[in-house]
């Protein structure tokens, strides 16, 4: 009952929420928001590290944004592609790196993501190189609705963002999603129980990256851009951030990680100029520019303190 009132107030406080923010940044949230779902599903409930999510999130970026501005696809079917070449990606590179375990499994995911980066950097037609892939239009929904507007964007985002995690909550609810559990509690003993766990952690891995595609092609849909950021190690490393903050293995932890990450990256300079404003020492304006610092202050607190993440410690200290 707690659950269902707690999705209740956060879809409530969704729906209002661009009327007193902005649309833009708050779609930026909830993209960011599904990319960590996404990874915590691998992670969180399948127990797989993995340091190539960038690969998934940054190549949908890609192309979504062609096939909306050269290929002269509608937006549905632009993310449907999109979200198949996360899903191809995810298992040609989760087919090779399942084969190995723990850090091996990790090392496996991030030269295979890195291999996508340079990829990405060279085929300049394709992606702009350094330059990025700029101009994306938005389109219209079903080639009704036009995207053009913030508000009804955000309102597109929000149904995809709904979509996105609720799918993640019937896998993990489901007996797939036990099976998953089974694997990354006792690996071992799932096998001897007769389950193919390869192909219980491919299916796992595809899934997330398919996700994961599904935010990043809707992020450089909204944003009108897509740029080497979104596939570089550094995007990986990011979202491995949001889930350990927010709380890993929980549904509403990588959302909550997500949303403060962000808003770091995007508030963090105005709250020092009002900061210094307020009281006058010019330290506070150079906040902005030491977004890595206060973000990587914030994890060594929630490892020192938070270990099971923001939501992870609330969940376990409300149950004892």
């Not at 219980?200 to 996700?211: I, M, N, P, Q, R």
């Not at 009281?279 to 099971?308: D, H, N, P, Q």
Request: aromatic share 10%; net charge positive; with cysteine.
């Amino acid at each position: 009952m707690n659950k269902k009132l707690g999705y209740s107030i956060a879809f409530a406080l969704a729906l209002v929420a661009p009327f007193i923010g902005y649309p833009v940044l708050l779609m930026k949230l909830l993209c960011f928001a599904l990319f960590a779902c996404a990874f915590n599903l691998l992670i969180g409930f399948t127990g797989l590290l993995s340091f190539g999510h960038a690969a998934f999130f940054g190549t949908a970026g890609y192309v979504a944004g062609n096939a909306l501005k050269h290929w002269g696809l509608p937006f549905e079917l632009s993310l449907l592609v999109a979200v198949l070449s996360g899903a191809m990606i995810g298992l040609v590179m989760g087919g090779l790196a399942i084969r190995r375990q723990g850090i091996y499994f990790s090392m496996i995911t991030l030269a295979l993501a890195q291999m996508v980066y340079f990829g990405a950097l060279r085929f300049t037609d394709f992606t702009g190189g350094e330059d990025g892939l700029q101009g994306i239009p938005r389109g219209k929904l079903l080639g009704l609705l036009d995207l053009g507007s913030d508000l009804a964007m955000y309102y597109v985002v929000l149904g995809i963002f709904i979509a996105g995690f609720a799918l993640i909550v019937r896998t993990v609810h489901s007996p797939f999603g036990q099976v998953l559990k089974a694997i990354k509690e006792n690996e071992p003993r799932a096998i001897s129980l007769g389950y193919d766990v390869d192909k219980y952690k491919l299916t796992a891995f595809v899934l997330s990256g398919s996700l994961a595609a599904l935010a990043g092609a809707t992020k450089s849909v909204v944003l009108g851009f897509e740029t080497l950021t979104d596939v570089h190690w550094a995007m990986s490393g990011m979202v491995i951030l949001m889930t350990l903050v927010g709380g890993m293995g929980t549904l509403a932890g990588p959302v909550i990680g997500a949303i403060l990450i962000i808003s770091l990256e995007n508030k963090l300079g105005d709250f020092g100029a009002m900061m210094a404003n307020a009281t006058g020492i010019e330290w506070f304006t150079s906040l902005g520019e030491a977004v890595s610092l206060v973000t990587g202050l914030i994890f060594v607190t929630c490892v020192l303190l938070f270990r099971r993440g923001i939501v992870g410690e609330i969940v376990a200290r409300t149950k004892g």
